[in-house]
């Protein structure tokens, strides 16, 4: 991780691509190891070989804030450290000799950096006495280091829930081009791409939006908090029916991140509503070591899926410790059509034409392509047509500055912008028009061309802090305002009645007549779709030391939290009159809320070997109000082991989003006869009741509430090894769920009655009647093997197997989500060899088997003789090829999807593939050029 140092401006000379960083020693380190030296001594166990494991280790065992930056320490060695030592005098061993500089921060945290080296020549170990000591430097001013999960500041080793940190190296590492392609990846992640979600509404052929995002544990987007530096981001503005309000991960390039810190299980006691899952916090860059720039370039196998990347960046630290960073991001994907890969289709054809109340089928005269014309009739495959990868342009700037004032006292802004254009193809509409009789028409409505959603996304968010960090006690608080709004134009809907006017008089029969002139602007307009979030954030919160407590000193967090939000939303005309096929009708609305917080966490060090922590906070979120606890308890008996319990409470307030409409058209439904139910307005023969069912909004939702519970063990029996094991629990109550007609049966809120007191209609709308327990076990392991001068080897895994994934509806039968969008098993093995020239890395990303069939519903018999119920395992392999080809230039080659592996899926609608899980493109080579 990229620390901060002090700038030498004269280095500018040397080169426009690259200013480097010096920070000389600290005089008075003496002075710094005195005070350290009144800490604790700890029993230090460091083995010789390469410095930047040998510092991992030490801040595992020190317990104190380690910041460095692995690549420019790649080549130094360490000749280890034993014995019990200050930590401070441990650090101090640790680095004898070599190029390098220490800095204490005012929180107790230290910054270890290498001297700068001329631009020419490649920095050796240096193994002679350090020179003497230069003069005295500016004092580099940091604010404390955080870890996601919690309010008092400490480091990933001391939180005492299980965080997972994938940091700058990781990411470069990965070769993936944005960031909900590195997320979507991660075992235990859901990903939701713009395609899938931009069908998540109420028909496929009228999109809402194309938001990419991703959720944790098959708990669903609304269970997933995602932050920026600590901050919510804004909602998407265009509503999901299924999904509700999502967050849209595609403003953010993966050229601005810093880190990503990933918390499974709740964290409502901190960050409030939605945190009920896990949190996904991206850390953005607050320098840059002057200039640099990335050029990328990507292809298919196949020759298309082209992508393009150009990132330009500039940052530093000034003569009297600010830092700063700015940079832009230009990123383009190239559209694939569904028709160029052979696996993307559907293996149940639609069929095309007139099919009477007796069975009688009359395949369509007009059979054109993209319908396919047998022997037995016209078919329509609805994958084909549908696009594989949107086209997408996006273009990022963020700019971040930090003021330090001196004394602990800092100020900083950020702002951060994006503008987003999407295009896909849809196919065209494929609708059933309903006649007299029974009689049914299938038609799929080419002449009004394929459905081609544009988006333009445009998202914006300006951030002022300030706060003073001294030894004790430390203060924050900050402004920020954020928008997002979405245009959206759609070609190629249906006005329905003027569809059936002009079928039932034969002016236009699709399928089997030809367009009359004229008439197509009529039938199939374009429709215009816009939206809009506006959400403003305040913050103060407070952090002290409280007093001193056998195992350290304890630690209180206190503060505030202010947000208001707004949404607007402008649909189309001719959907606020419900005149487009397969579309609900949509109104005009802008709605406000409200929300504030009041918490408090308290860090107890209750030994040397146990740390507690407990938090709490108090929500009044529009109308709800909720109070969310938490305790987590670290118990580390040995330098080897530590354990982790921790357990928490969360909610999720009904957002201004989801006081909305469930999808579904039903029109006559038949109930069976029920003694529960009251008497009929149309009674069936032989018994039952026909109902008409209409979908309606409910404003009288409640908060979900969760419960989570996190078990972890950890082992580390040297510097080389580390194993861990976490087992993660989720309980989701109060879930709000679309009521289904059946549900009559028990709910009588659902009916509609006559001036009789007869049953006529049917009301559904969203309800709190589900609950869903999520049960897995998080394996996480790596080992490192130091081979001297050819470099040092890291293996490790990734690996989570879904134990329990379950869903209980209110009078209904349980229902089994594992195995479905949320496979059982998944995991990720990486090997890597690094040495000062080269990082190659092997990466296999493996998913167990899934389900070929809904949740709540069983296996076809078609499919059970053909031995399709089940999809296989996938196994894709990525391989990442780096060289430095000077002190200033790095070149890496991606390949991701080496061996080619093909989706497979035999879900009816399916296209063959499971959207964010599965690489539609096949092999991809990704060629990246730095340059610093």
Not at 783 to 808: I, M, P, T
Request: proline share 7%.
């Amino acid at each position: 991780m990229p620390a901060p140092g002090v700038l030498r401006w004269d280095a500018i000379r040397w080169g426009l691509l690259q200013a480097l960083l010096c920070v000389v020693l600290v005089p008075g380190l003496a002075a710094t190891t005195g005070a350290a030296e009144a800490v604790t001594q700890v029993d230090y166990r460091i083995a010789p070989g390469a410095l930047s494991p040998a510092l991992q280790q030490w801040a595992r065992q020190s317990g104190i804030a380690l910041v460095f930056d692995a690549r420019e320490l790649a080549d130094l060695r360490t000749s280890g450290v034993a014995g019990s030592l200050a930590p401070a005098t441990a650090l101090k061993q640790l680095v004898a000799g070599m190029p390098v500089n220490i800095l204490q921060t005012p929180s107790g945290g230290f910054v270890v950096r290498r001297h700068a080296a001329p631009p020419d020549v490649v920095a050796q170990p240096v193994r002679r006495p350090p020179p003497p000591a230069p003069p005295k430097p500016v004092q580099v001013e940091m604010a404390p280091i955080h870890v996601t999960g919690s309010r008092l500041p400490r480091t990933s080793v001391q939180t005492t829930l299980p965080v997972t940190v994938i940091d700058r190296e990781d990411i470069l590492r990965s070769g993936y081009g944005t960031l909900f392609d590195l997320l979507r990846h991660l075992p235990g992640m859901n990903g939701h791409p713009p395609l899938s979600t931009s069908r998540s509404g109420d028909s496929l052929y009228l999109p809402v939006g194309a938001a990419a995002t991703t959720s944790l544990d098959g708990m669903g987007p609304r269970a997933t908090l995602f932050l920026v530096n600590g901050r919510r981001l804004p909602r998407y503005p265009m509503v999901s029916l299924e999904e509700g309000g999502l967050t849209d991960l595609g403003g953010i390039p993966l050229s601005f991140v810093e880190r990503i810190e990933l918390v499974r299980g709740g964290a409502s006691a901190i960050y409030g509503a939605d945190a009920m899952s896990g949190v996904v916090n991206i850390i953005l860059r607050d320098q840059a070591e002057g200039p640099e720039a990335t050029l990328q370039s990507g292809v298919s196998s196949r020759g298309d899926g082209d992508q393009y990347r150009l990132q330009a960046a500039t940052g530093g630290v000034r003569e009297g410790g600010d830092r700063w960073f700015a940079g832009v991001d230009l990123h383009r994907l190239q559209h694939v059509a569904g028709d160029q890969r052979d696996w993307h289709a559907e293996t149940s054809l639609y069929p095309i034409g007139l099919i009477l109340g007796n069975g009688d089928y009359y395949p369509a005269t007009q059979c054109h392509p993209p319908l396919q014309r047998e022997d037995d009739g016209c078919w329509f495959d609805n994958a084909r047509p549908r696009s594989l990868q949107p086209a997408s342009e996006t273009l990022s700037g963020y700019l971040r500055y930090r003021h330090e004032r001196g004394d602990g006292r800092y100020a900083y802004v950020e702002a951060r912008a994006s503008h987003n254009r999407q295009r896909f193809e849809l196919g065209p509409t494929a609708v059933a028009l309903n006649f007299n009789r029974g009689a049914i028409l299938n038609v799929v409505l080419q002449e009004g061309g394929e459905v081609r959603p544009r988006v333009h996304a445009t998202e914006g968010d300006i951030s002022f802090g300030m706060g003073r960090e001294r030894a004790g006690r430390s203060w924050d608080a900050g402004l920020s305002a954020q928008r997002s709004q979405v245009d959206l134009r759609t070609e190629g809907t249906v006005r329905s009645e003027r569809l059936l006017d002009a079928a039932r008089t034969l002016d236009f029969l699709p399928g089997f007549s030809t367009l009359p002139p004229g008439l197509a602007e009529e039938l199939f307009p374009a429709i215009h779709n816009r939206g809009r979030t506006e959400q403003w954030q305040g913050w103060w919160g407070m952090q002290r030391t409280l007093m001193t407590l056998p195992g350290g000193a304890a630690q209180l967090a206190t503060g505030i939290d202010l947000r208001r939000e707004r949404w607007t939303s402008l649909p189309d005309p001719l959907l606020g009159k419900g005149e487009l096929a397969l579309g609900l009708p949509m109104e005009q609305r802008r709605l406000t809320r409200q929300s504030n917080a009041a918490y408090a966490e308290l860090g107890l060090p209750l030994a040397p070997t146990l740390r507690l922590d407990v938090a709490a906070r108090l929500d009044r979120d529009g109308g709800d109000t909720a109070f969310s606890p938490r305790a987590g308890l670290r118990w580390s008996p040995s330098p080897h082991w530590s354990f982790l319990l921790a357990s928490g409470r969360g909610y999720r307030a009904p957002s201004i989003f989801e006081r909305r409409r469930p999808p579904g058209y039903f029109g006559l439904y038949p109930l069976p006869a029920s003694a529960s139910l009251p008497p009929c307005a149309r009674p069936l023969r032989g018994g039952g009741c026909a109902v008409e069912v209409e979908v309606v909004e409910n404003d009288a939702l409640k908060a979900e509430t969760s419960r989570s519970h996190s078990l972890a063990a950890s082992w580390t029996p040297n510097d080389a090894f580390s194993l861990s094991l976490t087992h993660n629990i989720v309980e989701l109550r109060n879930e709000i769920l679309a009521l289904q007609p059946s549900d009559a049966l028990w709910n009588p809120g659902t009916w509609e009655l006559d001036e009789q007191g007869r049953l006529r209609d049917l009301r559904l709308s969203f309800d709190n009647i589900g609950r869903t327990t999520s049960r897995n076990w998080v394996l996480r392991g790596e080992y490192r093997v130091d081979a001297g001068r050819n470099g040092q080897w890291l293996f490790s895994l990734d690996a989570l197997k879904q134990q329990e994934l379950r869903r209980d509806r209110s009078h209904g039968e349980s229902v089994d989500l594992r195995g479905h969008a949320t496979p059982a098993n998944a995991g990720i093995l990486n090997v890597q060899w690094q040495n000062p020239f080269w990082d190659i890395a092997l990466r296999g990303n493996r998913v167990g088997r899934t389900r070929a069939w809904l949740a709540g519903e069983a296996c076809t018999q078609e499919q059970h003789d053909q031995r399709l119920c089940m999809n296989p395992a996938q196994l894709r392999w990525n391989l990442h090829l780096a060289r430095r080809l000077s002190p200033r230039v790095i070149a890496a080659l991606d390949v991701h999807n080496l061996l080619d592996t093909r989706p497979v899926n035999h879900l009816v609608g399916s296209g063959g593939q499971m959207p964010g899980l599965d690489d539609p493109l096949g092999r991809y080579y990704l060629l990246t050029l730095q340059f610093r």
